[in-house]
């Protein structure tokens, strides 16, 4: 995945598809190496001083992405030829690079530090759109509007609780994320840690909290719950995202007209001036509907053979990839539409038959959503 | 979905199956409304008189499902022609029958006791899959087994490992499915409660209240946050069966021949006397292969418009019911599977060169994992 | 699956549900048996008394779907009961019910079989539809009305030309169904044909014959290519049909009000007397968006092992089934709604601020569309 | 997609995905506007030395893929800000770029461009591959190995025949891309050729025959037929690649043993000398398992909204390009895996109980598939 590319602006918004780059793959897998040094030296396994050297040669800059890409064919992962290029950084302490660990351990530590780097501005734009939703729930607290169900009109709502329903659910999906689990992982081998004498759990237990992961109970490399969970988190995120977004699509369009993104400068069209289209829910949509198909291949990798697979596990990288940098492109959009979008009172009052109907407990239900969201 | 089904003893094991079938939703619909009517009496919007005539009338065996189904298709939906269906039984409670509710919440409230029913099974049935290798994890904790990544021999670990790392999927997916959010729904026909005019909110809690369901912080119509976490989490647990069941089905295979389903009369071979078909495993693959489709699909309704969906909220229902059954299936087969296995020690031990070889911290991980097993 | 069910009507609709039912599986599987038995006495395998008595026998309703079913647990599949009962009704003849076959021959060429028959109500429907749609087309030829891109209104189209780019998409999965390749499977054990004989490639040509489907170049239990065109040209036209009702929605929401369903009785609301609802186009789409998750399944079971997979075949039953049957359900509802469909033809008009505005070459792709659909 | 990824060696093999990359979507992109120009220049509508000028400057490499992708953000599309660069590179001729185009038609024909050449690696690979298992069949007609069923040892078969089914398999998937019908797209704004005046559908049939693209029946801006066969092609022969990987990495287990990878350097252990990883199997498989939920992606993409979706339209792009990507991945690295195959014969016979069972008519059959092959 390469930045300033012909779709990533519409498709790859935000800080998340960075977050997943090859240079951030690359960084995590090294700071893994690191805090694996640091662990061991801690106990004792190895020298401080080859864990300084270690971890001091662990930054991205100073390898080649390509040449250990380029290598990773050889044996199925780029681990392994990155440990070798990174014990030609060391002198003396080579023979403590990667003390303990196999590739595995590399990879899915690094893929859950990738992941808590890509949450970052994922959860940020989707607080953003929530705080966006709030906005518009508390501003339009009386703005009546006409719901909608079947695709036909019922009886009057308020836009401020539309949106109070938007901001539950956004409030729902980024409270999922936050509570994933994110653990590091270190078995050795084949998961006994026999490699690291009777010092393995304590390396254990030094290593995730060098990585700020969770110590798992035992190395899961072939439990993947963690990535299922997450990509359950994920897919909900963006499927609250899609529901929002479309909302927006079929207000802006030109027979109801109670809504329009208002960036200048986007969305119009060249050969028809009264156009606007609503390009970020647009691209929200689309971002948001890549989940479904990604969380499946996540799920259906579940299946992992024994103590590594061979396949599934591979076949989970483009995979959370994708997934993660998603996410990120629907949360950044619609918070983009949300915090730019024009509503048309007049519009909304007009599509009302009889605007003095009772919109019920519409304030009441505002009031419980913003007080949700407040304290979260 | 029928009983006794020519594919059911296969693949819809367990209590799960009939806990989704059109009775059980049928009664769920009327508990619901039931529910209601008793919610609307202690706020005082009906009379106690009426919530009890039409309580007593909430029974599903007193109701025609064929009828209520066929008359479905001039709605759309179950629930409008039940409703005129109870009506019809509870002479002047008939007024206040469904007072206040629009169809969509008496399905959804019914999806959501739907669910909670059928995973008490599911649960049920998790739970002694994952008993079942705690007691593998103790028993075989100094079995040792060749360990095995991509397919080929690596390193020694002991089959007690290999079953507590089983054990930690399990527990960690059955502790999601005890977390998921199941939720109360009632919003009226456009999510305002309008029709209940002041007392809506009050009829709400009450409502989930009588329910034993979560109250929502708003109406959640077109929030299906809820279905996404339901079926991640049903997704995750069929995930990690799978793997459990393609493991067994691995150390089965007559080359490795570790281990072997120990149910007489079940897996033989008419033609071939000499196999041993592994067909509890296989059928808990078959039903958790199911799984990351049906959660796409889930997924993909979560875009439902406005205030109430037109096609996406109807997908959820055969989805949802199809999911819960077969992670009950899955989960079934695989407790009979592990509760029935048995292991070849000696055949584990001769598939190692030197048996002598470190497993490490083997059986400090197994202790932590039935350690952690125990406190859940 | 039951006929009548709660949800049947709305998610079942039309002749494909019945024809994956049990009692069809039954069926099929037992022409398969006299098929096999007929085909082994014309090569002289088997006496012709012997396939007589064996085809007279097999008819579904002399034997217990129920019984077959549960002792389907102890092998994995319902051919081996069946062939045991089938067996106890055929006298001397027994010796001869399945020679040469194995079980997966039975359920495969029986799945085949049903596929076929299930299609035909399915290709009726699609091809009712796309009568509709050509009616459509040329009934409204110069029925002008707005197009529209990105939900914006964009320049003037004629409704005939919308309905001619739904009528071509129709056609043309349609085509893609009827050119699937539904071929007979016969391999034995393990795909030799080695209990034939040297009679095994002849028997499997008669076969193939007798069953009216293809005969293979080779025994295709672990080649599920067939399955995958199947399972790819259903979901074509799943999402052919979802692209027509999704239209229907828009167009009939009531700030456009376009369209209109036309059948009485159906679609009305008890509390909103003025609300017609398209519960036609609504339907087809819940069916339809039950595809892209089924296929995957399917898809994804396509890895399987060796000569007889464990667990990915016996996965393809119900997703193969359900995948029919909401195909046959989306299609018969959306030809319910096309051949029904009131169109306003004032209001289309009226949506067009330029109705003279040049409609361009609408008029001449019309009957390039009337032109291929004559032609199928 | 950047080449020399750190995961692409292992997940991006073979030719698609330099063919799917953006330089290679800008020269489509850049291609179909030439041939809108000298189509319309043929046609009359617009002066062929503004046609040559326009096709002369539609060199992708005179352009700024950063840029054009930037702008993109604010019309959804790369289509238009690439127009506009156009323009400014063709003086006088500027009026004429992309007369009577809209947008979607670019990108539409284009994506059409981009799969023709991209399925050119991956069926050259797919060929290869079938060829490869060809060679197999025919060396291997009287290598006798075990047929399994179940994972279980079951009756003799031979390797030849084994290869056989993956061969027919392969050619079937194969014949199945080749019959992809890709189509030029151009409809103007909304479908109708409207801004070419009469002389739309001339220009539609040059255009077609310029690009050596199929001419559609009516522009298919909202037809996504096309899209989903393509998908389903394209999973369908990731499946056929899957199964014939998944046996290799089967075949290869120590225990069994019967087959090894042969690329010399590959596949090997630092740590476990004596292990060979068939790490072109495990690449093969990990690509050829992103397909069911990329196809299921396009698929439920497939209902788009009126004359140009908002949303489902764009979501295509990016699942389209990876469906290619990761197909020509899955067939490069079986293709190598075949290729390269060391098949222990003698390992095979000894797995056999008794290897002068019958193998019934695997040599005929095998000579059936061969032919078949020869044929295609």
Same mark, same amino acid.
């Given at each position: ?15 998340? =598809? ?6 951030a ?12 040094? =640091?662990?061991?030296?801690? @106990?004792?396994?190895i ?5 300084? !050297?270690i ?12 040449? #250990?890409? !380029?290598?990773?064919?050889n044996?199925?992962? %780029? ?8 014990r030609?950084? @060391?002198?003396?302490? &080579?023979e ?7 590739? /595995? ?6 893929a ?10 994922v ?6 759109? &929530?705080?966006a939703?709030?906005r ?9 509007? #006409?719901?909608?169900?079947?695709? /036909?009109?019922?009886?009057p ?10 901001l ?5 999906s #980024? ?12 078995g050795?081998?084949a ?14 237990? =030094?290593? !995730? ?6 110590? %798992? ?31 927006i @699509?079929?207000?802006? /369009? ?5 809504? =329009? ?5 986007r ?10 289209? %609503? ?6 949509? &689309?971002?948001?509907r890549q ?12 299946e /992992? ?12 990288w %483009? ?11 629907? !949360? ?25 109907g009772?919109?019920g407990?519409?304030s009441?239900l #505002? ?10």
């Amino acid at each position: 995945m390469s930045d300033g590319g012909l779709f990533d602006a519409v498709l790859a918004r935000g800080g998340a =598809r960075a977050a997943v780059a090859d240079e951030a793959w690359l960084q995590a897998m090294l700071d893994v190496e690191a805090a694996l040094a =640091r662990a061991s030296a801690e @106990v004792g396994v190895i020298a401080v001083e080859h864990a300084e !050297a270690i971890a001091t040669a662990c930054r991205a800059e100073w390898f080649d992405v390509a040449a #250990i890409g !380029a290598e990773a064919a050889n044996v199925g992962n %780029p681990a392994e030829p990155l440990v070798r290029a990174l014990r030609a950084r @060391v002198g003396a302490a &080579a023979e403590d690079v990667h003390r303990g660990a196999t590739s /595995q351990d590399i990879v899915d530590s690094a893929a859950m530090l990738v992941t808590r780097r890509a949450l970052e501005p994922v959860l940020d734009d989707l607080g953003g759109t &929530a705080d966006a939703a709030a906005r518009l729930a508390s501003e339009h607290r009386d703005t009546v509007m #006409i719901g909608r169900t079947l695709m /036909q009109q019922a009886v009057p709502v308020t836009f401020g609780l539309k949106a109070a329903g938007w901001l539950v659910a956004l409030d729902e999906s #980024i409270a999922r994320l936050r509570d994933v689990r994110l653990a590091a992982q270190l078995g050795g081998a084949a998961g006994t840690l026999a490699a690291l004498g009777d010092a393995g759990p304590a390396v254990l237990g =030094r290593f !995730a909290r060098e990585l700020g992961l969770d110590e %798992p109970v035992v190395p899961w490399h072939t439990d993947r719950t963690r990535i299922a969970e997450l990509a359950g988190a994920l897919g909900e995120a963006c499927g609250a995202v899609a529901k929002v977004a479309g909302d927006i @699509v079929l207000l802006a /369009q030109t027979e109801v007209g109670e809504v =329009r993104e208002g960036v200048e400068g986007r969305g119009g069209s060249s050969t028809m001036a009264h156009k606007r289209n %609503p390009v970020a829910a647009i691209s929200a949509r &689309a971002a948001a509907r890549q989940a479904p198909g990604l969380v499946a291949t996540l799920l259906a990798s579940m299946e /992992q053979e024994h103590e590594r697979a061979a396949g599934a596990w591979h076949a989970e990288w %483009p995979a959370l990839r994708s997934l993660l940098s998603f996410a990120g492109s629907a !949360a950044a959009w619609l918070r983009d539409c949300l915090e730019n979008l024009e509503v048309d009172v007049e519009r909304m009052r007009a599509n009302v038959d009889d605007p003095s109907g009772s919109v019920g407990a519409a304030s009441e239900l #505002i009031d419980r959503a913003l007080r949700a969201h407040g304290e979260r």
